[in-house]
């Protein structure tokens, strides 16, 4: 014998009062997602993504000049690409003379990282 099942219609929820509870909460407040959104934003490009490689595997600081000879644009266009990642938080430079130095934040990184790792 098969049990007895109602279903009822899905009824429309009065205007301001949420439809169901929310399956699962997040664990990032709203600063720390647009944070790590930003941080994600400017890693969303090759050439940038690539840049942070380079730069990260680098001891030191790297001048712009040594980085030109590894991407097939201007220097105009790769220095638009570390200002895109500077203006994120995950490389800074130091100027000397004419040429600016580029170096990684790794805490800048590792925030993203860790989030992007954590498991349940």
Known sequence: MSPELTLTPKQKSPN?????????????D???AERMAT????L????RL???????????????????????????TL???????RDAGIVDSERQGLWAY????PE??????GWLSWRT
Not at 16 to 28: H, I, K, L, S, T
Not at 39 to 42: D, N, P, R, T
Request: proline share 7%; charged share 25%; hydrophobic share 35%.
């Open 50 to 76: 690539t840049l942070v490689d380079v730069l990260r595997k680098h001891a030191g600081k790297v001048c712009v000049c040594e980085l030109v000879p590894l991407f097939e644009v201007s220097q105009s």
């Open 102 to 105: 580029y170096y990684v934040n």
């Open 108 to 113: 800048e990184l590792e925030e993203l990282s």
């Open 79 to 85: 220095s638009h690409h570390l200002k895109k990642l």
């Open 30 to 32: 709203r600063a720390h």
């Open 39 to 42: 941080i994600a934003k400017a």
């Open 44 to 47: 969303g490009d090759p050439i």
């Open 16 to 28: 301001g009062q949420p439809c169901c509870e929310p399956v699962v909460y997040p664990d990032v």
